[in-house]
Structures are given as structure tokens and as C-alpha cells.
């Protein structure tokens, strides 16, 4: 192929000259994306990953068949093709894998000092590293998010966070000055599908470094790369026990949470489900987190710089299609600004590349499941109905799979369900403000205090602004920022507790 | 300094004082900006998209020579480069030579009945420092040799010391000067020290008359980067969306390699889409990218990286 069979006629410069062209009018200034210069695909080799047939529970150190002898199949989102299958734990599974984390915690964990812990969480952090790639492609493969959001941010914050905690595990004791820490025993880790290694990171890597023992129960959709985690474990020769991996759907999560021996629950998942683990709780001697969901206002100026705000909205809203639960899947947007923030980012959308996850240059990827699909069409539909206005970008979407184009709503009321509901997906309502008071007004009526995002070039303003946002973190100028050392959790039904940081240790110690 | 004859834009007020159109545009943040052009550098362009973009990037490349050692010789051996780069016969010839002045002559007698046009730096290049009658008679020297096109300096001294009419009055008047020849504004962004001056810069060449915007001469360091490239394609977007004219853009100086070369036209096509994959609206200053984009054209054509003496030095 050469440049002229792809390209506009390139014609050297005639027909440039300004007074010879007559000047569109302006109104109808119009871009165009896409015709000129395609890209070819460029997708990530697979074919040295392997992934197993089948995977039994991770328990004592060993790979156990479940009880029921039941096994569930995990696909992929892009192609609803099997990829594996996996082991249903129940209660007694649950049962066996808390004794295992007990006798692991009592027999070999509590007895190690904090230096020799922390030498196994630095090993764990460098064989994931060592095993990014692979770890990415299976990420994107089982979840359906794009290649390059797995390889550049999922797995170097994996490793981040097991390398941020082995750290601080041998200085406990300076983490609370004055204080004296000790472990609480045996977590029940349960986990949502949408950062499936990172989430499991976030929570093994605080709790091994603080000196408990792990039962983590993997979403049913998303269950692969805990079971290789599992096997970087085994080959870490982190002690039998110290960590178990118990795969399955809501009920294993629910005995998970439940189980009498269980000293502390975390939780990352749906509001609703939250409910529940804290109403299962009540009168118990179990700590709990829980890092629920998100209805995040992404707050513009019309000082901010614009250009930027619209990364940081498209960032905000469409990374990881949206299944983020600090998404900021609320734009407010200054009066002002509204015409030429929302043109700009009509534009950007445009130029959204949504498809193959394993493509390199795809931006926003699968679905992760039906019933996620299903959740995000109903809560469009509403907005539709509700009469909000709705722009899709014109994508192609593949055939096979779970798909939903990027979409924005404008001419949308704080009373839309759309504007109160976590959609969970691709889709942002927009709503415009006034004064920087009706901002936060607007911004903090939601029952969820996640996440927020400002965008001004006044920096009083950005700081006026974040002290009055009921949110875990705020953002200024910039979105999505995630480091382990910075403390990540929610006001109201967003949940409690902090992950990351020294405070991130916190819910995993009795602190005198 | 007023403005050399009527630009047309910078007229007399009711009061007689003149009135400027609205220089202002959107401030840019550097975190984010410097983020989002190093992101569209991870495009993974492969295979047929990498043997058109390259093709396509030698098509919009202004080959440069601006050395005080220019000769007649040198400038009408990178001519015959220039019009026929290689061999194969899909390689398109660059869109044009950049030379000094004096030497506009020699490179017009090289290049006749060719596609290659002639462009010549002046207004006292590099620095622009110099009264704005020689830099004028400059620019209408090199016309009179036979440029095409004129890439023009700003004085970045006044610019910096707020004289932003003044700025505007100098282009304009060197857009006047230049007659037919399309001008091109080299804003030398390495000297500016902010994104938003540079954003503000493009707004101000863009009202004043220029049809093309550049970042940089090549004697300033930090030349023509990504980040500095993207505010100004935004500029230019937001010029189309206000007047409907199609600016050109040329980032210049620094650029060396094919990768560098496909990176720039992946921010064209994510920023300003189909219609600026052009040689009329995007150019590519550049002195020794030519026989890299050839190299690696080679490669996919072969399949061997070819050696460095495989391509002509010119």
C-alpha cells in the first residue's frame, strides 16, 4: 500500500493559500477521524501464555478439588470463548481454607519477624514483575480491559503495592509511634472483577506485611490471575497456608464472609453487596472494610485547562470501559464552558479505538460480562427515557462479545437515574453549574463519596473546592492517579476504611 | 512599531487607537498535556500502516540545510534528494527544500519542473532581532529569488516582554511582504518557557495571517518535541472551529527518526483528524530524518535493516 491509496490527495502546498480557498463557514467547521491513515491491527502475541484446562482451590499450600466436585467456566468478554474452567468452592471448602490460613498463621506466620516477611513479599513483588507480560495478557484476556491499560497500569502498580507493603513490614512497630501493632490473624479477602490482580494486591500485600493469613475469594468472572498469583506463591515457597485462593460465585464470597473463624473482612465490590457483609457482621468481633461504589463528579471550570480536562474526563469515564468505582461518571461543567468543553470532547471520543483487548492501540475494550451489559443497556435506556440526550460514538463493534460504544448523556437533571445510579460502563452524564458553591452542592448529592476530579488554573479555587467534597480522594488537574503509598477509600455508601499507605495497614492491626 | 501597510485585522478604533482581535485561548497544564502526547507515542503502528505513514511523512518533509557552510553545491545535491529521495518508485518526492536566502536561487534552478517547492527561513533567522524594515526586506528578497514559502521568526524578546501587539504587527506585515508566498511562523517554543505562551504565540500568528504555525528554528534546544506540537495543534483546531480556515502545522528541528516522524503523525490524526494528513497543512522540518524513514522503509520492504552507506548522504 502506498501513501496515496490512504491519504487525501497530497498535492504539495496549492491549494493551501487562504485568499484562493473560500473559508467553511465556521458553524459548520467539522473534524474527521478515521478514513485517513488506519491503523493495521496490532495485536499482542498470546500464544505463549498457558493457561490451564482446569484449576482446583488453592488451599494449605496445595491445589485441592472442590468439595462439590462443581467447576464453572470462566470465558472471555471479547470473544465469549471458554478459557478455563474453574473449582466452585462451598462452605466446606471455605471452612478448610480459613483452618489452613489459622494453622499457617499460628504455625509459621505470627512466628516470623517482620524482615523475613518482608522478604517475601519483595519476592513475590519481583516475580510479577518478571511475569508482567504474561500476567497482562491473561488479565486482558479473562476481563476484556485493553492490553496497554493491564501492561501500563494494572501490573507495575500490582508490583508497586506488594513492594510498597514488604517494606513496611520489619518497621510495624514506627508505623504508629507510641503505639504498639499486632496482627489480627486470618483475613477474608473478597474481590470485584474489574482490577482483578490489582485488587487482590491491594488486598494480600497490607495484610501479609501487617502478619495475618489470606483466604481471598476472586470474582467469578475474573478468577485467572489470582489462581497464577497462587502459583507465583507456590514458587515464591511463601509457607503453605499463609495465603489461600478459594474461587467460586456470591455464595463462596458470602461463607467467605461469614465463616466464625474469620478475623477480618475486606470487601470491594457493589454497594449492595457491602450492605449485606456489614449486616452479616453486626454483633460480631470482625473488623471491616469495605470500598464499595462510586457516582464520582469530575468538576470543570471554565478557567481549566481544557484540553486537559477532556483527558482527564475520557480517563475518568472510559478507562477500563468505565467498570471503575471511582469513575468520574458525572461531569459538571461550568456554564461557560460547556459548548467548547463538550465539542472537544465529542471530538476526542471520536478518536476512541474500541475493540480487540489484546489489540496494542485499543483504548476502550470489552464489556466484562453479560449481566454487566445488561445492567449498563437498562441504565441507558432510563436516561433515554427519562429524556436526556444521548451521543454514542459511531464505532464498529465486533461481532462476538460484550460491547458498548462510548456515550455520553447531555440535558441531564440531578434527579436522572443516570445521574444518581453507578452504571458501571462506558456512559457520562454531564450537568452544568453556576458558582463554585453549586459545584460542590451538586458534587456532593450522592449517596457515594468516592472520588472526585477539579479542573481550574486557579489554585485557590482547586483548594476551596476539594476541602468541600465529601470524597475519599480528589483529584485537581488530573484523574485516575493511583500510587501505594496514598490512602484510597470513601465516605457514605462509597464504604470505609483506607487502602494504600501507612493507613492502609491500619484495618489489618490491633493497634494499642 | 505600527504595522507596515493594512493586515486588515489591527484596525483603527472609534477612538483611533487600534483595536487587536482576542489573542486569549485556553490555558494548557503541563502534566497533563506532556502525558497525553507520550501516550499517542505508544500507537503501535505496524505493517502497512508503518510503509504509508512513512511515505506519507517523507511526502510532508521540508528537507533543511541552514548552515553558515551552505553552498550552491550542497543545497543542489539535497535538491536532487529531494526530488527523488529513492529509487523505488513509490517513494514520493519531499514536499520542499528549506535553505537560507542567498542560496533560494540555486535551489529554484535545481528544483524546476519539479513538485518540490522552495522555502526560505528570513526575517533576520534565527534570532529575529533586527528592525523590522531589514527583516522585511529580507522576506521580500527571498520571494523575489523565488521561494515559495517564507518561514518567518518571531522576536521572542518582545514577546516575552509582553509586546504581543507587536508581535501580531510584525507578522502581519510579513505576511504582506510575502505576497503569494505562504508564510510560515516559527515560534521557536524552546525559548518561550511555558505552554500557555506558546498556545497564546499560535493564536496570535494565526490571526495575524500565518498559514502555518512551527515550532522552531533547530538552533534552540529544546526544539520541536511532542507535547509542544500537541498545544499547538490544538490552537490550530480551535482557529478552525472559530474562523473554518485550515492552519498548517510544522514541528521542526530534533526530529531524526522514523519513529519520531510516525509519533507527530499520530498526534495529527488523533488531534486534527483526516483532513491535516496533507503535505499542504502538515510539514515535517527536518535535516537528517529522510535516510532513517528510508531505512526502515527498506526493512519492511526486505525484511533486513540495510547498512547506513545503502543511503545517499547528502
Not at chain 1, 361 to 382: F, H, P, Y
Not at chain 1, 462 to 488: E, I, M
Not at chain 2, 7 to 22: E, F, H, L, M, V
Not at chain 2, 136 to 155: F, H, P, T, Y
Request: glycine share 10%; hydrophobic share 40%; net charge neutral.
Amino acid at each position: 500500500m502506498t501513501a496515496k491509496e490512504t491519504i487525501a490527495p497530497a498535492t504539495n502546498g496549492e491549494t493551501h493559500a487562504a485568499p484562493s480557498s473560500p473559508a467553511r463557514p465556521a458553524h459548520g467547521a467539522a473534524l474527521e477521524f478515521g478514513k485517513a491513515w488506519t491503523y493495521a491491527p496490532a495485536p499482542e502475541a498470546a500464544d505463549h501464555v498457558r493457561i490451564d484446562p482446569r484449576y482446583e482451590l488453592f488451599i494449605g499450600g496445595k491445589w485441592v478439588a472442590p468439595s462439590s466436585g462443581k467447576y464453572f467456566d470462566t470465558v472471555s468478554p471479547s470473544t465469549e470463548q471458554k478459557l478455563a474452567e474453574v473449582a466452585e468452592g462451598n462452605e466446606r471448602d471455605v471452612d478448610l481454607a480459613v483452618k489452613a490460613a489459622r494453622v499457617a498463621y499460628e504455625k509459621y506466620w505470627s512466628k516470623l519477624s517482620g524482615i523475613e516477611r518482608g522478604k517475601y513479599i519483595y519476592r513475590i513483588a519481583r516475580v510479577i514483575q518478571e511475569k508482567a507480560r504474561e500476567l497482562a495478557i491473561v488479565e486482558t484476556m479473562d476481563g476484556g480491559k485493553p492490553i496497554k491499560e493491564s501492561r501500563d497500569v494494572d501490573l507495575p502498580l500490582v508490583a508497586a503495592h506488594f513492594f510498597y507493603y514488604a517494606g513496611w513490614a520489619d518497621k510495624l512497630a514506627y508505623a504508629f509511634p507510641g503505639r504498639s501493632p499486632r496482627p489480627l490473624g486470618v483475613a477474608g479477602q473478597v474481590i470485584p472483577w474489574n482490577f482483578p490482580l490489582l485488587m487482590a494486591a491491594w488486598k494480600l500485600a497490607p495484610a501479609l506485611a501487617a502478619g495475618n493469613t489470606c483466604v481471598l475469594k476472586p470474582a467469578e468472572t475474573t478468577p485467572l490471575t489470582a489462581l497464577l498469583l497462587a502459583k507465583i506463591l507456590e514458587e515464591c515457597d511463601l509457607p503453605p497456608g499463609v495465603v489461600n485462593i478459594v474461587t467460586g460465585a456470591g455464595a463462596t464470597g458470602a461463607a467467605l464472609v461469614a465463616h466464625p473463624d474469620v478475623d477480618k473482612v475486606a470487601f470491594t465490590g457493589s454497594t449492595d453487596v457491602g450492605k449485606r457483609i456489614q449486616k452479616a457482621l453486626s454483633g460480631t468481633k470482625k473488623k471491616l472494610t469495605l470500598e464499595l461504589g462510586g457516582k464520582a463528579a469530575n468538576i470543570v471550570f471554565a478557567d481549566a485547562p481544557l484540553d486537559q480536562a477532556v483527558e482527564g474526563i475520557i480517563s475518568g469515564i472510559f478507562f477500563n470501559q468505565g467498570h471503575v468505582c471511582c469513575a468520574g461518571s458525572r461531569l459538571l461543567v461550568e456554564e461557560g464552558a460547556f459548548e467548547p468543553l463538550l465539542r472537544r470532547l465529542r471530538d476526542r471520543m471520536q478518536t476512541l479505538r474500541v475493540g480487540d483487548p489484546l489489540d496494542k492501540n485499543t483504548d476502550v475494550g470489552a464489556i466484562n460480562s453479560k449481566m454487566q451489559l445488561d445492567k449498563i443497556r437498562e441504565l441507558v435506556d432510563a436516561g433515554e427515557r427519562e429524556g436526556a440526550t444521548r451521543f454514542s460514538t459511531p464505532c464498529e463493534l465486533p461481532a462476538r462479545g460484550y460491547w458498548f460504544a462510548p456515550t455520553l448523556f447531555t440535558g441531564v437533571s440531578q434527579s436522572h437515574r443516570i445521574a444518581r445510579e453507578e452504571i458501571f460502563g462506558p456512559v457520562l452524564a454531564v450537568m452544568t453549574f453556576r458558582t463554585p458553591d453549586e459545584a460542590v452542592e451538586k458534587a456532593n448529592n450522592t449517596m457515594y463519596g468516592l472520588s472526585a476530579g477539579v479542573w481550574t488554573d486557579k489554585g485557590s479555587k482547586s483548594f476551596w473546592v476539594s476541602q468541600k467534597l465529601r470524597a475519599g480522594v480528589v483529584w485537581a488537574n488530573t484523574y485516575n492517579k493511583f500510587d501505594p503509598s496514598s490512602p484510597f477509600g470513601g465516605y457514605k455508601e462509597s464504604g470505609f476504611g483506607r487502602e494504600g499507605g501507612r493507613q492502609g495497614l491500619l484495618p489489618y492491626l490491633e493497634v494499642d | 512599531m505600527a504595522a507596515e501597510g493594512g493586515n486588515g485585522k489591527g484596525a483603527a478604533g472609534p477612538s483611533g487607537a487600534r483595536t487587536y482581535p482576542d489573542f486569549s485561548a485556553p490555558t494548557v497544564d503541563k502534566v497533563m498535556v506532556e502525558e497525553r502526547a507520550a501516550a499517542l507515542g505508544k500507537r503501535s503502528i505496524k505493517k502497512e500502516t508503518k510503509v504509508a505513514g512513512l511515505l506519507l511523512s517523507i511526502a510532508m518533509m521540508d528537507l533543511t540545510t541552514l548552515e553558515g557552510k551552505d553552498s550552491p553545491g550542497k543545497v543542489t545535491q539535497l535538491c536532487q534528494k529531494a526530488m527523488r529521495p529513492h529509487a523505488s518508485p513509490e517513494v514520493p518526492p519531499c514536499a520542499a527544500i528549506c535553505v537560507y536566502p542567498k542560496l533560494v536561487p540555486v535551489a529554484k534552478h535545481a528544483l524546476a519542473g519539479s513538485s518540490v517547492k522552495v522555502a526560505s527561513v528570513a526575517t533576520a533567522f534565527p534570532s529575529g532581532l533586527s528592525a523590522l524594515d531589514v527583516k522585511l526586506e529580507d522576506v521580500r528578497r527571498a520571494v523575489a529569488w523565488g521561494a515559495d514559502e517564507i518561514d518567518m521568526v518571531i522576536d521572542r524578546g518582545a514577546l516575552l516582554a509582553g509586546e504581543k501587539t507587536r508581535i501580531f504587527d510584525e507578522i502581519a506585515a510579513t505576511k504582506e511582504a510575502c505576497g503569494q508566498a505562504h508564510l510560515k511562523v516559527i515560534l521557536e517554543t524552546g525559548e518561550l518557557g511555558t505552554y500557555d505562551l506558546v498556545r497564546e504565540a499560535s493564536q496570535i500568528a494565526m490571526l495575524a495571517g500565518a498559514d502555518f504555525i512551527k515550532t522552531s528554528t533547530g538552533k534552540v534546544t529544546p526544539a520541536a518535541t511532542p507535547a509542544v506540537t500537541l498545544v499547538m495543534l490544538e490552537a490550530i483546531r480551535d482557529f478552525f472551529y472559530a474562523t473554518g480556515k485550515r492552519i498548517g502545522m510544522k514541528p521542526a528541528g530534533g526530529i531524526r527518526t522514523a519513529k519520531q516522524a510516525l509519533h507527530y503523525l499520530v498526534l495529527v490524526k488523533e488531534t486534527l483528524g483526516d483532513a491535516w494528513l496533507t503535505p499542504d497543512l502538515f510539514r515535517l522540518g527536518a535535516s537528517t530524518l529522510l535516510n532513517d524513514v528510508l531505512m526502515q522503509l527498506e526493512k519492511e520492504r526486505t525484511g533486513a535493516y540495510q547498512s547506513g552507506d545503502s543511503f545517499s548522504k547528502d
